[in-house]
Nanobody, 116 residues
């Protein structure tokens, strides 16, 4: 089992930035990749960005060019920096960790609200 604890989020003005962090504990040696999903009210949960331990990253088109995902393999943390925030970026952001066996683990979620 892997436990995930997210931090960051909150109320951000349009055009601002947010930094989300997620720390994994438990069976961290099984983790092959981590990432972030988000879910806005009335919408499906969608991938924001993901990264594998080898460093390859994947970004959703909606955030490409204004976001950076990074992973600290030693600390088993993943960080998402999202810039130039738009109202449509407002959502609950969920951290995910997964292994090569098809198991995935989710955090509790952290709210990001983009509003002036």
């Amino acid at each position: 089992q892997v436990q995930l604890v997210e931090s960051g989020g909150g109320l951000v003005q349009p055009g601002g930035s947010v930094r989300l962090s997620c720390a994994a504990s438990g069976n961290v040696f099984s983790i092959s990749g981590m990432g972030w999903f988000r879910q806005a009210p009335g919408k499906q949960r969608e991938l924001v960005a993901s990264i594998i331990r080898a460093g390859r990253m994947n970004y959703a088109d909606a955030v490409k060019g204004r976001s950076t995902i990074s992973m600290d393999n030693a600390k088993n943390t993943v960080t998402l920096q999202l810039n130039s925030l738009k109202p449509e970026d407002g959502a609950v952001y969920y951290c995910i960790a997964y292994n090569r066996f098809g198991d995935d683990y989710w955090g509790q979620g952290t709210q990001v609200t983009v509003s002036s």
